[in-house]
C-alpha cells in the first residue's frame, strides 16, 4: 500500500475537502495538500504544504494567481515565488522543463521524474539527471497522476475531448499515449526506478516533512 498521496489540482485545492472525508476511511493513509500553478510561459510547479502556515500561504498564492484572470487563465507572477520567506511551510515539485533560470524559490526544491514507458523515458531521465547535477537538486520519482485505474484512462480521454470542443479523432497528441498515468502502487515504483532507488525513497523524505491535516 501507499505510506502518503499528494493531492495537487491544478490552480487550485477543489479536490481537499473530499479527499480529506475519502481518507478517513484509510487512516494510515497521510493526506498531502499542493497545488500545480501555471507559471508565464506555460510553466508550472508543483507547491506542497508542510505544515498550516505553508496551506495558509499556498491558498494565498493561488488567489493572486486568479485576481484579474478569466476563468482557466490563472496565472502566478515568478516575483510571488521569490518573495517567500524560507521559512514559507511550501515546498516545491519542478519539472525539467522548468525554467530554473526564472525560478528563485526559497524553500526546498525536489526535481521530479517520471517513467511514463512511452518510449522517452531514457531522455527524461538523462535530462533530469543532468539538471540535478547543474542545480544541486534532489530526484524524486512521480507519476503524472490523472486517474487511480489503467481502465480510466477511457474517461480521461472523455474528459479531454469536452475541454478542447473536439472529438477524440481529432485530438492527437492532446491525448496520453498509455494508460501509465495512474496511480501506482510502491512495489510498481520501485520496480520503475530500479536503478535509481533514490528517487523513490526521496518521496518518504518528502511525506514526512508534510505534516499538514486539513482537519487544523
Keep these: 500500500g501507499l505510506a502518503a498521496l499528494a493531492l495537487t489540482d491544478h490552480d487550485g485545492v477543489y479536490g481537499v475537502p473530499k479527499a480529506y472525508w475519502e481518507k478517513k476511511k484509510h487512516p494510515a493513509l497521510k493526506l498531502i495538500c499542493g497545488a500545480s500553478l501555471s507559471l508565464p510561459g506555460g510553466h508550472r510547479l508543483t507547491l506542497l504544504a508542510e505544515n498550516r502556515a505553508g496551506y495558509g500561504r499556498l491558498c494565498r498564492l493561488l488567489t493572486k494567481s486568479h485576481e484579474g484572470k478569466e476563468k482557466g487563465a490563472a496565472c502566478l507572477d515568478w516575483e510571488e515565488l521569490a518573495n517567500l520567506p524560507g521559512d514559507s511551510g511550501l515546498l516545491a515539485l519542478a519539472p525539467a522543463s522548468l525554467d530554473f533560470h526564472r525560478l528563485h524559490f526559497p524553500g526546498p526544491t525536489y526535481l521530479t521524474l517520471q517513467r511514463l514507458l512511452d518510449g522517452r523515458d531514457s531522455e527524461r531521465t538523462e535530462k533530469a539527471l543532468w539538471l540535478s ?67 523513490v525513497h526521496t518521496t518518504l523524505e518528502i511525506a514526512a516533512r508534510c505534516s499538514f491535516c486539513p482537519s487544523e
Design 133 to 199: 547535477r547543474r542545480w544541486r537538486l534532489p530526484l524524486v520519482a512521480t507519476n503524472d497522476v490523472h486517474y487511480h485505474l489503467p481502465e480510466r484512462q477511457s474517461l480521461q480521454d472523455t474528459l479531454t475531448a469536452i475541454r478542447e470542443n473536439a472529438p477524440l479523432s481529432a485530438l492527437g497528441h492532446k491525448l496520453f499515449p498509455n494508460r501509465e498515468r495512474h496511480l501506482k502502487s510502491s512495489a510498481e515504483m520501485r520496480a520503475l526506478f530500479r536503478d535509481l532507488p533514490e528517487a
